[in-house]
């Protein structure tokens, strides 16, 4: 699966981003997608991921009741929608698919095996 995020800018605390992922082949619909982030001189970091059939969603705590991640398989698309966005929400964001089709959404690096080319999000204080 190939995949390509859009939608990252520049955006004052307490406003709203919604990422795009586009997956490329037939099979994105069979895969776990997710996002991850890294900050400048921090390590990446999972944010959110969710399962093939959008049933279920995972996010990491500093997230949860901020943003919402969903998809649409019949636009091979994948959604981040941020509200309420912190200056420590700045990073380059990454979507990502899971390493197996049918697999339950990882958390970690190893579980994803494919990964897009990352967009910018700033928030300014």
């Known amino acids: 699966v190939q995949l390509q995020a859009s939608g990252g800018g520049l955006v004052q605390a307490g406003g709203s981003l919604r990422l795009s992922c586009a997956g490329s082949g037939r099979t994105f619909s069979t895969y776990a997608t997710g996002w991850f982030r890294q900050a400048p001189g921090k390590e990446r970091e999972f944010v959110a991921a969710?399962?093939?059939?959008?049933?279920?969603?995972k996010f990491t705590d500093s997230v949860k009741g901020r943003f919402t991640i969903s998809r649409d398989n019949a636009k091979n698309t994948m959604f981040l929608q941020m509200n309420s966005l912190k200056p420590e929400d700045t990073a380059v964001y990454y979507c990502?698919?899971?390493?197996?089709?049918?697999?339950?959404?990882?958390?970690?690096?190893?579980?994803?095996?494919?990964w897009g080319q990352g967009t910018q999000v700033t928030v300014s204080s």
């Open positions: 990502v698919a899971n390493l197996r089709p049918w697999a339950a959404p990882g958390t970690e690096v190893p579980d994803f095996g494919s």
């Open positions: 969710i399962n093939w059939s959008g049933g279920l969603t």
